[in-house]
Antibody
Framework: DVQLLESGGGLVQPGGSLRLSCAASGFTFANYAMNWVRQAPGKGLEWVSRIGGSGTITYYADSVKGRFTISRDNSRNTLYLQMDALRAEDTAVYYC??????????????WGQGALVTVSS | DIQMTQSPSSLSASVGDRVTITCRASQDINYYLAWYQQKPGKVPNLLIYAASTLQSGVPSRISGSGSGTDFTLTISSLQPEDVATYYCQKYNSAPLTFGGGTKVEIK
């Protein structure tokens, strides 16, 4: 079975940094694009970032571009999101989500349980 | 960037009713449209991809249609377990924008 397990969430002060990890199992990790999606408390879903299977192609939402960095280690079957210069509006549950394929055009067919990031002083 | 607009933002219907949710893209996205269901306190779940292809395990009372800019999610006979918020998402190219969501409740 496909499993995605996020870790690394927590409380951080504005301007601080945090790194989320997503450990994947149950599929050939390197063959699939991976995404981060977030959901602020009581709000809707917001796509954050995508990385291709090889890790060379990345995309970001305008709201995080220049502050967040997505990466992956295919030898460890792990996805990362490095979050710098955090703001209060980055407070959300962050989900890692698997693309249906390795290509750019892929819906998100498996989601992790989420990691809560709270940015507050 | 392409914007995704869902309507209505919420609805209340009786068990057995036919429910329709619409999603409009600000530009042509062909058939690259997915629908997700998020039950209260739960993780989002993929229902439909390629505008009308049902994900494995999704009940057949749920269907999707449309292409280009206008899309529809239909629940043919609303059941109590369908109480959830539904989101559309474009995925032809980044950014993979979600619609604002439609909260479905039982009357």
């Amino acid at each position: 079975d496909v499993q995605l397990l996020e870790s690394g969430g927590g409380l951080v002060q504005p301007g601080g940094s945090l790194r989320l990890s997503c450990a994947a199992s149950g599929f050939t990790f390197a063959n699939y694009a991976m995404n981060w999606v977030r959901q602020a408390p009581g709000k809707g879903l917001e796509w954050v970032s995508r990385i291709g299977g090889s890790g060379t192609i990345t995309y970001y939402a305008d709201s995080v571009k220049g502050r967040f960095t997505i990466s992956r280690d295919n030898s460890r079957n792990t996805l990362y999101l490095q979050m710098d210069a955090l703001r209060a509006e980055d407070t959300a549950v962050y989900y890692c989500a698997k693309g249906q394929s390795g290509g750019q055009a892929a819906a998100l067919n498996y989601w992790g349980q989420g990691a809560l990031v709270t940015v507050s002083s | 960037d392409i914007q995704m607009t869902q309507s209505p933002s919420s609805l209340s219907a009786s068990v057995g009713d036919r429910v329709t949710i619409t999603c409009r893209a600000s530009q042509d996205i062909n058939y690259y449209l997915a629908w997700y269901q998020q039950k209260p306190g739960k993780v989002p779940n993929l229902l439909i991809y390629a505008a009308s292809t049902l994900q494995s395990g999704v009940p057949s009372r749920i269907s999707g249609s449309g292409s280009g800019t206008d899309f529809t999610l239909t629940i043919s006979s609303l059941q109590p377990e369908d109480v959830a918020t539904y989101y559309c998402q474009k995925y032809n190219s980044a950014p993979l924008t979600f619609g604002g969501g439609t909260k479905v409740e039982i009357k």
